[in-house]
């Protein structure tokens, strides 16, 4: 059973509203992409893991995804937790094409793809870290009797995994591809005859790990040190792409394509939030939505029920509208 669904990434959003208002040639467009694309691809093999984990019977596992906690001032993030009565499995998903080498003398992966190879931080050492913060991070909830397992799943079917042979049961182990990982589970389960926790106790580790989850908002220009003048403001207009619509009776007009859409504003005020923050002024969203008429901000911004704070030249309204 999903408690917790996985989400489009908060930073896959920002990326994609960056790449669509920022000026053309920019110097930091290759950099954003390259960025943009290596989280898709994580973001997809996340997904065909999900998909794995879809064939499980609905009641072997409660299954929270993307989970995001803080221990000793420290965050760290989980692609997936699945719980029962027995046991719990933690999930760290790696998509990479090609052949990958796991190097336990030197404790990194090493990616051979059209004959290049590439370092990357070794996802075991990763996944038995954050295993341990999540066994102190129990201990202070007062679950401290809750065995872990650790998995890192290679979720492109195509990859080669490779390692030396004196590593292999060690690899077999913590290592698992996707298409496998429901036979994987499966052993586990087999391993195990005595409950451990009760059902009630169960509800109260849910709510205590989705009360304690924090997605990750980092500032989107200043991760790149853009400046607010290289963001193209206005509506984007739905059909043709265009920037800017033009607000004209009541609904905004695209001068190119002549498209009529009364709503197309929301689109431009959910890039604002992902770029700017939650919290804007009238004058902010005159500026943003390229429009001259304070009334009609006011307008646009009350018809959206968000709070805002202050008097009614200093109003700051909160963007708290959901931007997936």
């Not at 943003?288 to 307008?299: G, H, V």
Request: contains cysteine; aromatic residues 8%.
């Amino acid at each position: 059973m999903i408690v917790k669904k996985r989400e489009i990434p908060l930073i896959i959003l920002k990326l994609q509203a960056l790449l669509e208002r920022i000026r053309p040639g920019h110097i930091k467009v290759p950099e954003i992409k390259n960025d943009l694309s290596k989280r898709l691809a994580g973001y997809k093999g996340e997904k065909a893991v999900d998909y794995q984990l879809s064939f499980l019977p609905e009641d072997n596992f409660y299954i929270l995804n993307d989970i995001r906690l803080k221990e000793s001032g420290r965050y760290f993030q989980m692609d997936s937790l699945l719980l029962n009565r027995y046991y719990l499995i933690k999930l760290e998903i790696k998509n990479i094409a090609g052949t990958i080498y796991f190097d336990s003398n030197f404790h990194q992966l090493i990616r051979e793809l059209g004959g290049k190879e590439t370092a990357f931080q070794d996802p075991i050492v990763q996944s038995l870290q954050h295993e341990k913060q999540l066994k102190r991070w129990l201990k202070k909830n007062m679950f401290s009797n809750i065995p872990i397992h650790s998995l890192v799943v290679i979720s492109n079917s195509n990859t080669l995994i490779r390692t030396s042979p004196h590593d292999n049961k060690m690899l077999s182990n913590m290592v698992v591809n996707a298409n496998y990982l429901p036979t994987k589970l499966q052993q586990i389960h087999n391993k195990y005859k005595k409950e451990i926790i009760s059902e009630k106790e169960i509800k109260k580790i849910i709510r205590q790990l989705k009360k304690g989850h924090q997605e990750l908002n980092q500032p989107i220009l200043k991760k790149f040190n853009i400046r607010k003048g290289d963001i193209l403001n206005g509506v984007i207009c739905p059909s043709c792409s265009f920037l800017s619509m033009e607000r004209l009776y009541g609904t905004w007009l695209c001068p190119t394509c002549q498209h009529k859409d009364k709503n197309a504003h929301l689109k431009a005020i959910k890039d604002y939030k992902l770029l700017y923050g939650s919290e804007i002024t009238n004058q902010h969203m005159r500026d943003f939505l390229c429009i001259n008429s304070s009334a009609l901000a006011t307008r646009l911004l009350k018809s959206l029920d968000v709070s805002s704070t202050g008097s009614t030249r200093d109003r700051i309204y909160n963007l708290d509208i959901k931007n997936k």
